[in-house]
């Protein structure tokens, strides 16, 4: 089979009995970096030495098949560096291969970055939404955001240090100052940090430099009190500058929380009339 083992995060205490068997039984562990994952065997003080097989982003695709072939005849562990495979890490392909191939597939549940930014940052956590990482490119950043504004759901980013103040002012510009967020740094770990506030006071806050690895959670948008007018009145603005009629009354129809059906058919008799 091929089994998922999420790895701590950053506290090693976090490493599951059940985890720590399964490193020390493995043959054959895929690795996102075969040195990183040496060096956790050791600090966890396992003495075995399994064949170690490197699985990042640039070797994925072509070494999934291999893997999964592998599989049929004998287990495969695959970890990330940190946390659960195939969460913005390695592992989608082979998981998708393994399921074409009719291979098990498994896992050793644990450690989220994800989840534990989400749970610790005082946000709504029964409907949430995981995006990544944010584009590098401005322009490519600004039309995923534009996309998001009218997300109701809790967001959930991964962000570099480096790039961290840039992506909060682009948020702040894109949802509003005011949206609640937060920004969970070095989570597990000794320097664990969670700051809290609106985005415009937490791009200020990061702009003095912020290190470790970040997780940026940002609250979703509130219904605005829009009348049914108000918002075909906007649509018809937005679709006669060009847009498309199904993209505009999709966003504005979020945003207002309004019934996207209504609003598209009354948007089709209002160009017919």
């Known amino acids: 089979m091929i089994l998922l083992a999420a790895t701590p995060i950053g506290n090693l205490g976090d490493a599951s009995v059940r985890l720590r068997e399964t490193l020390a039984q493995a043959t054959v562990i895929a690795a996102e970096d075969t040195r990183h994952t040496a060096q956790l065997l050791r600090l966890l003080e396992i003495d075995a030495r399994p064949e170690l097989v490197a699985l990042h982003d640039h070797n994925e695709h072509d070494r999934a098949a291999t893997l999964v072939e592998r599989a049929k005849h004998e287990d495969i ?91 909060l002012a682009d948020l702040a510009d894109a949802f509003g100052a005011d949206r609640p967020a937060a920004v969970c740094r070095e989570l597990t770990k000794m320097y664990e940090e969670v700051k809290r506030g609106g985005l415009a006071e937490l791009t200020q806050w990061a702009q003095a430099g912020v290190r470790g690895e970040i997780v940026v959670v940002v609250g ?54």
């Open 220 to 273: 979703g948008a509130t219904a605005a009190a829009t009348s049914p007018e108000d918002a075909l009145a906007e649509v018809l603005e937005r679709v006669a500058a060009g847009d498309r009629l199904k993209d505009v009354t999709r966003e504005v129809a979020e945003a207002s929380g309004l019934s996207s059906k209504e609003l598209y058919a009354a948007a089709l008799a209002a160009k017919r009339a």
């Open 77 to 167: 562990v695959l970890v990330s560096d940190a946390g659960m495979p195939t969460v913005s890490d390695p592992g989608f392909r082979v998981v998708q291969l393994a399921a074409e191939a009719g291979v098990q597939v498994s896992a050793i549940p644990g450690p989220s970055a994800v989840i534990t930014a989400l749970a610790v940052s005082g946000l709504p956590t029964d409907r949430f939404a995981f995006e990544g990482f944010l584009p590098r490119k401005a322009g490519e950043r600004g039309r995923l955001l534009r996309d998001l504004v009218g997300e109701r759901r809790t967001l959930v980013f991964f962000e570099s240090p480096s790039r961290l103040a840039t992506s």
